[in-house]
């Protein structure tokens, strides 16, 4: 029996035109992405909320509404974005401030203090973490709000393997040490305060810092 022969591999020329215009093709797809990203933080901040439509996003961004669906489900997959991009310039910001210090417990603290501070609430303005989305995508989508958070996770692992490697942290599994950390920080700040008497105290991010190095490094820990 004959063996079918090979298709010829096309020339070289028709190739590179190919990879070029596959190139051209992603950079516009990826600008008119940017623009409905832009737009829809544009109008988070002016609200002060979630609480915009497609619509909205489409006209401030001047591109069609048949070019949105091409590149998102909906306003929740549009939400989802933003957010998985916050938490990955979050993690940038973290990297980057603690790589500053010298201390393997004092990068963590910082990176602590920052988390809480980024995911506090404020008034009349949408928090760069989203938190109130935050929480809606936890009930909802909890594999994807996951997914979000691994940047954010890589870096609180790295800083937490440091502090154990530097014998100031204990921690027999520093990537689970580091989702409590993180989730303490980033929880505690969206809370009202604790209770006391008829008033409720926030609590601080010296607070929660204390809190997690003392289950870091026990009644030892400074």
């Known amino acids: ?21 596959t190139r051209a093709a992603k950079l516009r797809a990826e600008e008119r992405i940017q623009r409905f990203l832009d737009a829809a933080q544009e109008l988070m901040g002016e ?27 909906g306003k929740h997959e549009l939400l989802l974005a933003l957010f998985e991009d916050a938490l990955s310039r979050s993690a940038d910001e973290i990297r980057t401030a603690t790589a500053a210090k010298k201390k393997p417990l004092e990068r963590l ?10 995911s506090q609430p404020r008034p009349n303005q ?10 809606q995508l936890l009930a909802t989508h909890p594999a994807q709000v996951a997914t979000a958070h691994v940047p954010l996770l890589d870096v609180f692992t790295d800083l937490v393997e440091q502090a154990v490697e530097s014998g100031d942290a204990h921690a027999a599994k520093p990537r689970r ?14 809370t009202p305060g604790v209770p006391t008497g008829s008033k409720s ?13 003392g289950g870091l490094a ?5």
């Open 47 to 73: 609200k002060g909320t979630t609480d915009f439509t497609v619509q909205e996003v489409v006209e401030r961004s001047k591109q069609s509404l048949r070019s949105f669906y091409q590149h998102f489900d």
């Open 1 to 21: 029996m004959n063996a079918v022969p090979a298709e010829p591999a096309p020339p070289a020329w028709r190739q590179r035109a190919v990879e070029r215009s």
């Open 126 to 135: 949408q928090s760069p973490l989203f938190t109130d989305f935050a929480m």
């Open 109 to 118: 603290r910082v990176a602590v203090d920052l988390l809480y501070k980024s």
């Open 201 to 213: 105290t926030p609590v601080s991010s010296k607070e929660v810092w204390e809190f997690c190095l």
């Open 177 to 190: 040490v580091a989702a409590l950390v993180m989730q303490t920080a980033m929880f505690t700040a969206q």
């Open 218 to 222: 026990g009644a030892g820990g400074k």
